[in-house]
């Protein structure tokens, strides 16, 4: 069964639910997260998004995002998906939210307004390989030089929230 995702407005207000896929097709405001987690040594969690997904495949992220289900807090949806995508769970602080809208080449759109879980971790991840193909620990500073000589190799949500919001996410 499809999963829907809440539509809001630019207030974050929830107006509605649509299937996932339509709210895709039609880029349609919705609510999403994006977690990242660091180390004590201060480097970032990123994933390789596994070769099947539906867009941005084999691309490397943050740590992992999905959309909140209807009922759901933001930090308990980024808890569950990071149980589901990542094999562990911790707490997570909601430090801020953005509005941002991206085009794919299969003819979806990222419209979304997404909230931005920053959470501290020092194992190592179980990896679902239904959701992730490989995950590296990789100092801020070192992700930001690799995404400069090599944009292509991450996903457009992944280096809008890297590029914008480092200072308030690290």
Request: charged letters at 25%.
């Amino acid at each position: 069964m499809e999963e829907n995702v809440l539509l809001v407005d630019e207030q974050d207000q929830v107006i509605g639910l649509m299937p996932k896929m339509e709210a895709h097709e039609k880029g349609v405001l919705h609510r999403a997260f994006s977690v990242f987690i660091y180390n004590a040594r201060g480097e970032l969690l990123l994933q390789q998004r596994a070769a099947h997904k539906y867009h941005s495949p084999r691309l490397w992220t943050n740590t992992c995002c999905s959309h909140q289900r209807e009922g759901e807090t933001n930090v308990a949806a980024g808890q569950r998906r990071l149980q589901e995508e990542m094999g562990f769970s911790v707490p997570l602080e909601d430090v801020l939210s953005f509005i941002y809208k991206t085009p794919f080449d299969n003819g979806l759109t990222e419209h979304e307004l997404d909230h931005i879980l920053v959470g501290h971790y020092d194992g190592e991840p179980t990896i679902n390989p239904e959701e992730v193909m490989a995950y590296r620990w990789q100092a801020p500073a070192q992700v930001k030089t690799d995404m400069e000589r090599h944009p292509d190799q991450y996903t457009e949500w992944f280096k809008i929230i890297f590029n914008r919001f480092y200072r308030e996410i690290s």
